[in-house]
Every structure is written in structure tokens, then in C-alpha cells.
């Protein structure tokens, strides 16, 4: 059963209250409590006397600095109490700010301090409740209980303040780690558009200057060479604005309905095909092993390898041909584009290298470029299956070549 709405709201209104203020209240209603005893004494009692005010006050005044110095507040508290319980008999019904320093003591203080304290009231009560005269059995339970059922809330209200911290300290811990894990899916999605951006402008542009180049050469001898040059121009020209729309798509969010899947190891043929075209690179493919399935982002790599390691053929090597070389195993798919060019100038090789080693890393693979063996230059890129990938494929089967 949840506590009625008045409550929560002065139970939230005095947690964000000045807690001086509050203490000052609490201190000066327990006064008014224990002075209500000799106020309105029972038969026989004795009337309130200043020294009997003034020792009830000093278990009251010293509650206004319980969460400064607790220990201290209820040492004072511990000693007024059973001075003032000796000088006016009968003791007072409820040790009303004895309940308040142990209930502070149990939720904000050592466990040496607690314990102590405990014990300390206890035995107090004990020893005090003989000095009055005639007590009953039930009366000494009464104060005993008391005593520890206060000690109790204390120890829950520490009990909640620290799972609440450990609750908040535990979201704040979880939010960092979205906002970095969101952060790090960022930065890894703008890595691979830039990739995908960079491959296709780099493949298409390089086509097309390679044939912008040659057409005003032979628009007078060769027409209809020309005319070819202008129309793998427009070709090259198509088709990246058909994969960037794919990119531009994504970048806004929206559904791409599967209509133009992102190319793979199929669309190979067609590649090397184009660049034989509109670069006049004489480019042969070649297949070893039985091909399967690859997953998608596999596919995708090896289409990108492949194609940027074509496109720094044409835009660097001055090379005059070139070989794909697919290598099929158990373990893995190795590409392996040779050329008899010179390879990219520089360290490193640019942009596009660092791009076939981050598509290969992506994979789990690995990527190699450099000099080849008889010359040339090699790119050579190793995309491991994974097992639970080749337990998928020997189940499915393998796909045979052609």
C-alpha cells in the first residue's frame, strides 16, 4: 500500500529543505514534548521546575546539530537524559530526543559509533527505569523496544540511502557507457560511408578522366571510339550516383527497400569488365576453389578490395593489365589484385590502402600491399569465415563455380 499523496509531498518538501531549519523544528518539538509531561503531570507527579526545564531542554537544544556532529549531539543527549530522568521522577514516558540521536546514529554514522551508542541506551534505560518507583515489566519492554526499533529505522533509512546511491551511481555508470557505445557506433558508421564514398567516387572519377582524356584525341579520327569514351563517361557517371543515393539514404535515416542491394563477390565480373572498357586495362579474373556464400559484410569487402585496388591501378600504376586472383578455401577467401604498373606513390599508399586494411579489418582479416614478385604491384587481402559462418555454409551447401 503506498502512502497517501500529502505525505510523499512533505517528505519530498523537508528532503530538499534547509536542513538547518529543519533541525531547529525538530529540536524545538521535541522540547515541547518532553515538557508536556510536567505541563500536564499525572496524579501524584511533581510540577515542572526550572532545573527540570533546563535539563529536558539540554535533550532537545543539542538536536539542532545532529547531522554536523552526530556523535557528539548524542553524547550530549545521553548524558542530560538520565540526569534529567534521576532529578525529576518518575523518568519521562519517551526519550523523545534520545529516539532522534540513536535514529541519526544508525543512519549517518560508524558502525563503531552505532553500536556503541546502542549498547549504551539500552543499559541506560535499564538502569534508569529503576530509579522509578513501582515499574512494571511492560514498561521497561516498552523503552527497550523502543530503543530498538528506533536503531532499526535508522538502519534501514542507511540501508535505502545506500542502495539509491548504488542505484543512481550505477545509471550514471550505464549512461556513459551508451553515450560511448553510441559514440563509438557513430564514429564507426561515418568511417564506412566515408569508405563507401570514397571508393565509389575515386572508381567512378577515375574512369571518367581516363576517358575524358582520351575522347577529344581521337573525336576527329575515331568518332566512334569517341563516342564510347563519352558514353562509359556517362555510364561510370550513373552508377555512382546510383550507389551514392544508396549512401545519401542511409545518412537520412530512410528504409531502403532491397531493391539495389549493396554490391558483392557477384557483381565482380561486371567490374572488371567496366575497367577493361573505360580504362582500355586488360583485367582477367580467375577463380580457385569451390566459391560460397559469403556474409554480407564480407560481400560487400571483397567488392570494395577489388574495386579500389583497380581504381589505384588505373589512377597510379601506368600499368597495362591486371589480374584478380579469388582463392577459395576452407578457411577463408584471399583476393589478389596484381598489376604491372608501379603502384600508388608515397608512403602507405593514400587513402585507398588505408581503406582496404580498415575494410579488412572489419572482417577480422588482414591486408598486404607492396611489390610483387615479378614485379608490379600486389594487393592482397586475406577475409576469414568464421566457424559458426562455415558450420551456416556447409549446411547450406556449397555453391558451385558457373
Known amino acids: 500500500m503506498s502512502p497517501p499523496s500529502w505525505f510523499t509531498r512533505v517528505v519530498a518538501r523537508l528532503r530538499t529543505a534547509n536542513p538547518y531549519v529543519v533541525d531547529t523544528a525538530l529540536a524545538a518539538l521535541v522540547l515541547f514534548a518532553v515538557s508536556l509531561q510536567w505541563i500536564f503531570p499525572d496524579e ?16 532537545a537544544a543539542p538536536l539542532v546539530w545532529r547531522r554536523r556532529a552526530p556523535f557528539a549531539t548524542a553524547c550530549a543527549v545521553s548524558v542530560a537524559t538520565p540526569a534529567m530522568a534521576v532529578y525529576h521522577a518518575p523518568p519521562p514516558d519517551v526519550v523523545w530526543g534520545g529516539l532522534v540521536v540513536l535514529y541519526t546514529l544508525a543512519a549517518r554514522s560508524p558502525a563503531w559509533q552505532r553500536r556503541v551508542m546502542l549498547v549504551g541506551w539500552l543499559i541506560g534505560v535499564t538502569l534508569t527505569m529503576q530509579h522509578k518507583e513501582g515499574a512494571r515489566p511492560f514498561e521497561y519492554a516498552f523503552h527497550l523496544l523502543t530503543v530498538l526499533c528506533t536503531y532499526g529505522l535508522g538502519t534501514l533509512a542507511r540501508v535505502q540511502r545506500a542502495y539509491t546511491a548504488e542505484v543512481e551511481d550505477r545509471a550514471r555508470r550505464l549512461e556513459r557507457e551508451r553515450a560511448a557505445d553510441t559514440a563509438r557506433a557513430i564514429a564507426q558508421e561515418r568511417a564506412r560511408i566515408a569508405r563507401d564514398m570514397h571508393d565509389i567516387l575515386a572508381h567512378a572519377v577515375s574512369l571518367m578522366v581516363v576517358q575524358a582524356e582520351a575522347g577529344p584525341v581521337v573525336v576527329r579520327s575515331d568518332p566512334e571510339r569517341a563516342e564510347a569514351s563519352f558514353d562509359a563517361i ?22 531502403w527497400n532491397g531493391t539495389s542491394p549493396q554490391p558483392g563477390v557477384a557483381a565482380l565480373p561486371a567490374l572488371v569488365r567496366q575497367v ?31 574495386q ?28 589478389t589484385v596484381t598489376d604491372d604498373g608501379r603502384g600508388p606513390a608515397g608512403p602507405g599508399g593514400g587513402h585507398g590502402l588505408i581503406g582496404i586494411r580498415e575494410r579488412a579489418g572489419a572482417c577480422g ?11 608490379g604491384f600486389r594487393v592482397v587481402v586475406r577475409l576469414p569465415v568464421a566457424g559458426d559462418r562455415r558450420a551456416v555454409r556447409s549446411g547450406s551447401g556449397r555453391r558451385g563455380p558457373g
Open 44 to 59: 501524584g507527579d511533581d510540577r515542572l521546575t526550572w532545573q527540570g526545564w533546563l535539563l529536558g531542554a539540554a535533550t
Open 234 to 255: 556517362a555510364a561510370a557517371g550513373r552508377d555512382a550516383m546510383g550507389q551514392l543515393r544508396r549512401i545519401l539514404g542511409v545518412l537520412k535515416e530512410e528504409q
Open 276 to 306: 577493361g572498357e573505360s580504362a582500355g586495362l586488360r583485367v582477367e579474373l580467375r577463380d580457385t576453389g569451390e566459391p560460397y556464400p559469403l556474409p554480407p559484410d564480407a560481400e560487400v569487402a571483397a567488392y570494395r578490395v577489388v
Open 308 to 335: 579500389e585496388a583497380l581504381t589505384n591501378t588505373v589512377k597510379h600504376a601506368y600499368a597495362t593489365c591486371a589480374t584478380v586472383e579469388l582463392d577459395w578455401t576452407e578457411d577463408a577467401l584471399t583476393l
Open 365 to 375: 582479416g588482414s591486408a598486404e600491399a607492396g611489390r610483387g614478385p615479378d614485379g
